[in-house]
C-alpha cells in the first residue's frame, strides 16, 4: 500500500482556516485519498475523499495537487469540535484488499 | 439508523479470563471490521468480513484472538485467555460496499486486563 506523511500536530485558533497537508509520493493512478478525524474518546468518522478533483462537502474540502503527490485538507472555520487526529489515507478500490490502513494522522488543537 | 452498537462500553477482567465483545453492523452494511486502538501501536485492522465470511485475518495477533459473524447483524470478537498487553480500544466498523467504500466506526470497547 502507498504511504501517506503528515505532520504530528498542528494548532489553530477558533474561526480561522485550517491546511492539514498530506504526502503521498509513491500514489497510484487509482489510489483514492480518504481522509477521517478521531474525535477524542470516539470512533474514527469520514471525513471525505476525492481521486483527482479538488471536493467539498459540509464537513471540508479536499484540494488534490495536479500530480497528486499531495493534498490538504481544508477546514473553513475551525471551532473547538474540530480538534481531533486527522488521518489521511489511500485506498485503491480496484485493489484486492478493502483495508484502510491508519497511519499516526495530524492531531489537531484549536485554541478558543 | 442508530450507527454501529458495540457493547460492551467498557470491560475490566483479570488476565486468563475469557472477553467476548459485540457489534452490531448498521443494516445492510456487507462489510464488518474489527480493529485495535493502542497509544503504542496506533490503530490496526484485526479481521475484516463480507458477507459474513472472513476475509483478512492476519491482523489477528495470536490464536487467542478469534472472530465470528454467525449473521449480517452481529459480530463477536473473543479473547481467551486474555492477557494484560490486550488491553485497548476496540472498534468495529462497518461498509455499504467496496464502491463507497466510507466505513462507519462504532464508539468502542475499552478493555482493561489485569
Known sequence: DAKTTQPNSMESNEEEPVHLPCNHSTISGTDYIHWYRQLPSQGPEYVIHGLTSNVNNRMASLAIAEDRKSSTLILHRATLRDAAVYYCILRDPLGNTDKLIFGTGTRLQVFP | ?114
Open chain 2, 1 to 114: 439508523d442508530a450507527g454501529v452498537i458495540q457493547s460492551p462500553r467498557h470491560e475490566v477482567t483479570e488476565m486468563g479470563q475469557e472477553v467476548t465483545l459485540r457489534c452490531k453492523p448498521i443494516s445492510g452494511h456487507d462489510y464488518l471490521f474489527w480493529y485495535r486502538q493502542t497509544m503504542m501501536r496506533g490503530l490496526e485492522l484485526l479481521i475484516y468480513f463480507n458477507n459474513n465470511v472472513p476475509i483478512d485475518d492476519s491482523g489477528m495477533p495470536e490464536d487467542r484472538f478469534s472472530a465470528k459473524m454467525p449473521n449480517a447483524s452481529f459480530s463477536t470478537l473473543k479473547i481467551q485467555p486474555s492477557e494484560p498487553r490486550d488491553s485497548a480500544v476496540y472498534f468495529c466498523a462497518s461498509s455499504f460496499d467496496r464502491e463507497t467504500d466510507t466505513q462507519y466506526f462504532g464508539p468502542g470497547t475499552r478493555l482493561t486486563v489485569l
